[in-house]
């Protein structure tokens, strides 16, 4: 029993091919981005990962680019000096000096700001960066890891992720299927679960009737594996299954019914090593909806604005009502060119 095996539990064919390749690139240091829905066990992939290669003893550092506000990002990610801006009252080193010789997972990668995403690019050719106000240098050693419940290539149509960017990072793609494609695995996951909570509590083995598990095994899992660890341990606890089966069957109806959007979120990208053709999902994400919205509005605003100005910039920031750079940002963001 290999690392993989104690790290991950599963046995049906996806699960098995997504162990094979940890294995097989555990020591290649090429970049991976894994990708799958919420709570297919992303996180757990990469710490497989780090921990089946030869950098485990060192750090395993994560940075959630969804969970940090844009503009401390960049901070976070490469650090700063002393003095670099205001509040900045102690050089800090950034996450991937803390990885140096170790793994960075850059988790939430489809949420990164398009001007820090070319950065990245840069740091990802050397990885030779400088903190925030600093005059050096510094060069790390480290693996990276990214992860995704997006569709990175439907980003890059929407021109809201680096397509270079995508391709430097997409070397090696993991998908990690959602459960209710391998519900051979649930039961393993109950009787894990069960018994790292009762160990928890300090309670006895727990068990759960033949209705109960093949009730778990119909169910479509919106959340994944997190939904269904959660679940087991609130069964658990309160010992409720009667009032939790009338809201899951309720859940199932109205998701069948098609009145509650789920959270999948992950078609085909072709160059995923181990992933079978599946369909789009019907309907995209609100947030992607919106964020596509705004930039559309930006892009067609900003445009009129500068095509007024004859493309002077200072003119068209002042009408605009935003400061100079922040309309050079757009233009950059939005990729917007004059038209002679
Ligand atoms: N194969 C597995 N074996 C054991 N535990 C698992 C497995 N897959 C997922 N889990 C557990 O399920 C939970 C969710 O996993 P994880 O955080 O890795 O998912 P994720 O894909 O990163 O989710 P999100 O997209 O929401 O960040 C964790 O508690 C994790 O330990
Ligand atoms: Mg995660």
Redesign the pocket.
Known sequence: MDVCDQ????NSHA?LRVKELIRQVANSDLNVV?C???????????QALHLSSNRKGKPFVKVNCAAIPNELLESELFGYERGAFTGADKTKPGKFELAHNGTILL??IGDMPLLLQSKMLQVLQDFQFSRLGAKNDVKVNCWVLA?T?HDLEQDVRDRLFREDLYYRLNIISIF?PPLRERPE?IDL?ID??AGQFARKIESPIFEFSAHVRDFLRQYSWPG???E??NMVERLMLLGDWRTLEEELLARETRRINGHELTTHTSPPTPNDLNREKKPKPKFPRLKDVKKKAVHEAEGKLISEVLRETDWNRKRAAEILQVSYKALLYKIKELKLRRED
């Open positions: 790290i991950l539990v599963g699960i894994l799958g829905e919420s709570g297919v066990g992303k996180e757990l992939v990469a988790d939430e992860s419940n990690i695995d996951f894990y679960f994944n594996v997190r269904l660890k």
